[in-house]
């Protein structure tokens, strides 16, 4: 079996990992780790294989440590790939997500069976406005348990737009329960990235940590691809990917041309991030 780093619990501020092998010297991965600037603390279970890492997440964002803790925990197992993942959490649907997507089904039907525009205009509307409350509930959710909004909420953008623009607002609103809801029915394994992790020398003395990141391929089914090609229809109008491949792309955005070494001291390593798609 590869080595791979699972997320089990992330809050801001507050991760909780899950290592594929028991660390072999726990105090060296910690002290490479925490010489970035913001880690304050990480505990670590050998019963359970599993670490809990405190930081400000005001200095370091947690792609930041997700990177160099595998890098890390690679080194002491002669470098290579390492995956690193985390579940999509099957979160509860509501009876307000329910109502919207009976909605839409009932919107549907009408536009085939009653086409006047009488009828199927208010249809129209009510999936719209019970599709946006839905979404809406699901971000407030997700801000009290996590601190964060999930960017599909963004897909209420896509459905405003039409909504202003007084076309069929069927579309829209059957694309933004999907991008919110859809994958709460699957049964995806998660996402994640995977890291091919090498060492170079430079002139024989400095060193860096060279890192090709790709994405994991872990759409299983049908309600899984659907979900992902709903999301990239909305991304043309809202600009967004929730993904840790594309979080991880964000690191290069507030660094200049690698990430702070991983190491101690004088021994430090920079790491060099390169991304296959």
Do not use: C
């Amino acid at each position: 079996m590869g080595l791979s780093i699972h997320i089990l619990h992330n809050l801001p501020g507050r991760v909780r990992i899950k290592f594929s092998r028991p660390i072999k010297d726990v105090e060296k991965l910690k002290e490479h780790v925490m010489e970035h600037e913001g880690i304050e603390t990480m505990a670590y279970s050998p019963h359970t294989a599993t670490m809990l890492v405190i930081y400000d997440n005001t200095v370091v964002e947690l792609q930041e440590i997700m990177i160099r803790v595998a890098v890390a925990y690679s080194a002491e197992n002669n470098l290579g790939q390492i995956k690193i993942s985390q579940q999509l959490k099957h979160q509860f649907i509501t009876p307000k997500a329910i109502l919207a997507g009976m909605g839409i089904i009932a919107s549907t039907l009408t536009s085939i069976l009653i086409p006047a525009a009488a009828v199927k205009k208010p249809m129209e509307w009510l999936a719209a406005i019970t599709t946006a409350v839905a979404v809406l509930e699901h971000a407030a959710y997700d801000y009290q348990k996590k601190g964060s909004v999930d960017p599909e909420v963004l897909s209420l953008v896509f459905l405003a737009n039409w909504a202003i623009s007084g076309k069929n607002m069927l579309l829209p609103s059957a694309l933004t329960w999907v991008a919110t809801f859809g994958r709460h029915f699957s049964a995806s394994e998660g996402e994640g990235i995977m890291l091919d992790i090498t060492r170079t020398t430079h002139q024989g003395k400095h060193r860096e940590v060279e890192i090709n990141i790709s994405k994991l391929q872990t759409n299983n089914n049908l309600l899984d691809i659907l979900h992902v090609f709903t999301e990239k229809f909305l991304s043309t109008d809202t600009s967004f990917d929730n993904t840790i491949f594309e979080k991880s792309k964000n690191l290069l955005n507030t660094h200049d041309k690698m990430l702070e070494g991983v190491g101690v001291g004088s021994k430090k390593e920079g790491i060099v991030l390169h991304f296959n798609q």
